[in-house]
Nanobody, 115 residues
Framework: QVQLVESGGGLVQAGGSLRLSCAASRNIFSFNVMNWYRQAPGKQRELVAALNSGGTTNYVDSVKGRFTISRDSAKNTVYLQMNNLKPEDTGDYYC?????????WGKGTLVTVSS
């Protein structure tokens, strides 16, 4: 059974940085795409960043220039580097992956950005 385990969330002041990690239980190149989603209080879950197996990245407009999704294939891990954090970045961040059969979700990690 596929497992995705997030880590790296926490409390940070506005303007600070965090790096989230998503450790997968199998070869990350076996997924068509790996993603980071987030859900802020009172808002719908949104796609923040995506990385396909060929290395193509996509970001929601609100994080472009501040967030970077990357991978370390040797560790089966995908990262989300978050710089210049803003209070509106606060929320639960979820790792997500898709293959030809289904999608998989981690349990999430909480990011709180104070003013």
């Amino acid at each position: 059974q596929v497992q995705l385990v997030e880590s790296g969330g926490g409390l940070v002041q506005a303007g600070g940085s965090l790096r989230l990690s998503c450790a997968a239980s199998r070869n990350i190149f076996s997924f068509n795409v790996m993603n980071w989603y987030r859900q802020a209080p009172g808002k719908q879950r949104e796609l923040v960043a995506a990385l396909n197996s060929g290395g193509t990245t996509n970001y929601v407009d609100s994080v472009k220039g501040r967030f970077t999704i990357s991978r370390d294939s040797a560790k089966n891990t995908v990262y989300l580097q978050m710089n210049n954090l803003k209070p509106e970045d606060t929320g639960d961040y979820y790792c997500n992956a898709g293959d030809n059969w289904r999608i998989y979700w981690g349990k999430g990690t909480l990011v709180t950005v104070s003013s």
